[in-house]
């Protein structure tokens, strides 16, 4: 069964990344949409900022992780793709946080960018074992391992994110 | 196929294998009709144009100011082709010449040296 859907986005996957730690804490959803709507209005002017003020969100970011989800119109999403590369900063509470943005997966939906964000952090837990420094840490990672999966299963949705994934002729 | 020649007077008519640039013969209409500006001035304010309405991209988008006449202050611009609709709807939006209303008049557009 095809859901009707009235209009289509892309979900960007992207992380933050910031040379201390600690400044991801500063960060929330506002100020991140912020950030994306300044740099989009500075690179591709009133144009940008119009295509930015309607359907534009941040619609997910994990503060300990730096993920962000941001959902932007399919119709235009490539455009306003191009500007996160020309993000320097982020202001948050009165702080000015250098940072970069890195785009890691682009989405039908959120359901595909939860999966592919499983199984990224499954491969950056993979990567870390070797490099543990005693065998607690390696037992904690392992139990980590073992934990990720995506609730709700994988099977149910398929169509959907088939419908949704469908780029235009471009 | 074209369109009929209305009572607008407009025509237009679609070559799918053109030049790759675009020529567009446009007027500078100015509220004070006595103001004079040279070629640098208008290069530079048709650049402003393209900056607000189309951001850094716009204001770097390469286009070239064939002809100026400083009396009719008339201009032939050549842009490349993809860049034919963000030149001509930053013109369309350009409202304002140092504090004056001003309005850019396009008399033609063709794939081929005016």
Known sequence: ?170 | GPDPIGSSGFHRTVLKNGSPYCYMKVCLVLQDQETRLNAVELKSLIITGLKDLHGEVGAALPFDVLKFDEGSLTAVLRVCSGGLVKLWSSLTLQGYYQSQACAFRVLQVSRFNL
């Not at chain 1, 986005?9 to 991801?24: I, K, T, W």
């Not at chain 1, 941001?70 to 250098?98: D, E, M, V």
């Open chain 1, 1 to 170: 069964m095809v859901p009707h859907i009235l209009s289509f986005a892309r979900y960007l996957l992207c992380e933050v990344n910031v040379s201390d730690m600690n400044d991801l804490f500063l960060l929330n959803d506002q100020a991140v949409a912020a950030a994306v709507k300044a740099a989009v209005a500075r690179i591709h002017g009133d144009y940008g900022a119009a295509l930015c003020s309607i359907r534009f969100q941040v619609k997910y970011l994990n503060a300990h992780t730096g993920i962000v989800f941001l959902r932007f119109p399919k119709s235009c999403y490539k455009l306003l793709w191009s500007a996160l590369p020309f993000i320097t900063h982020i202001n948050s509470r009165g702080q000015k946080i250098p940072c970069f943005l890195n785009c890691l997966h682009v989405g039908g939906t959120i359901r595909t960018c939860q999966k592919f964000l499983i199984r990224y952090n499954t491969q950056q837990l993979h990567r870390m074992l070797p490099k543990c420094k005693n065998e607690g840490e390696k037992q904690q990672i392992r139990q980590a391992i073992l934990g990720c999966f995506i609730p709700g299963g994988n099977k149910e949705a398929c169509e959907d994110d088939i419908e949704c994934e469908e780029d235009e002729g471009e």
